[in-house]
């Protein structure tokens, strides 16, 4: 092998390597559970997936994580996911983004799920939740203080169990500081591309609706009858 070869070769590991550390430099994780509802993972999983495609949030990625040491759950609709990680492995997320159930009394006893989340609170970037997503991000002591919304009709509950929290009615997605809430559902979808929008920009995230036809729906609804 030639020295000019030996060169050529030692940028090009170089290169690679440089693109290898910016692809993996910023994680968002979305937690799942027994029992999840099911658009609200699958909404940012197909949102920030199909952006991490793009160069411009190409140094992002997508992981889930559990939230218990096994890592197969079980959506409320019957979807079974296989995460990636859990709670209790080691691992520094950029964004969480928090899913619901119909029954979170136990999640919100359990005492390791909270504590996960207190620290990611402390080092994450931004904090998301849909639906009773919220009561998680509320009992963690994420929301106090802050404006934010849970699914719609349970604003009432959410203020109830932690009046600490400032309640936003009738809104479907609400941001204060780096936490952003949502009613969940359909909303996911909306939720997760105004969270792109402040990790990217209106433009990117604009590119991505396009694309997952989400703008689609919303011209839908706008339609003349």
């Known amino acids: 092998m030639t020295k000019v070869t030996r060169c050529a070769l030692l940028t090009l590991l170089l290169l690679l390597s440089a693109h290898s550390a910016r692809a993996a430099s910023s994680t968002i994780?979305?937690?799942v559970f027994d029992g999840f509802l099911t658009s609200d993972v699958t909404a940012p999983i197909e949102v920030f997936g199909a952006a991490t495609k793009?160069?411009?949030?190409?140094?992002?990625?997508?992981?889930?994580?559990?939230?218990?040491?096994?890592?197969?759950?079980?959506?409320?609709?019957?979807?079974?996911i296989v995460a990636d990680q859990t709670i209790y492995d080691k691992h520094k997320l950029d964004v969480l983004i928090v899913p619901s159930a119909y029954e979170m009394d136990g999640f919100l006893k359990n005492r390791d799920l909270v504590e996960y989340i207190k620290r990611q609170n402390q080092s994450a970037a931004w904090l998301a939740s849909n639906c009773s997503g919220a009561f998680l991000l509320g009992e963690a002591g994420v929301l106090n203080g802050k404006r934010a919304t849970t699914w719609a009709g349970g604003e009432n509950d959410l203020l109830k169990a932690y009046p600490k929290i400032?309640?936003?009615?009738?809104q479907n997605v609400v941001i204060d500081g780096k936490v952003l809430t949502s009613n969940?559902?359909?909303?996911?979808?909306?939720?997760?591309?105004?969270?792109?929008?402040?990790?990217s920009?209106?433009?990117?995230?604009?590119?991505?609706?396009?694309?997952?036809?989400?703008?689609?729906?919303e011209s839908a609804f706008k339609r003349p009858k």
């Not at 190409?58 to 889930?64: D, L, M, N, Q």
């Not at 969940?184 to 402040?198: D, N, W």
């Open 29 to 31: 994780g979305i937690l």
């Open 54 to 80: 793009k160069a411009w949030f190409s140094t992002y990625k997508v992981v889930v994580i559990a939230a218990t040491k096994k890592k197969e759950v079980v959506s409320e609709e019957g979807l079974r």
């Open 166 to 170: 400032k309640v936003q009615f009738d």
């Open 184 to 199: 969940g559902g359909s909303v996911s979808y909306q939720a997760a591309l105004e969270l792109l929008a402040k990790l």
């Open 201 to 217: 920009s209106e433009k990117f995230s604009g590119e991505i609706a396009e694309s997952i036809q989400f703008n689609r729906l």
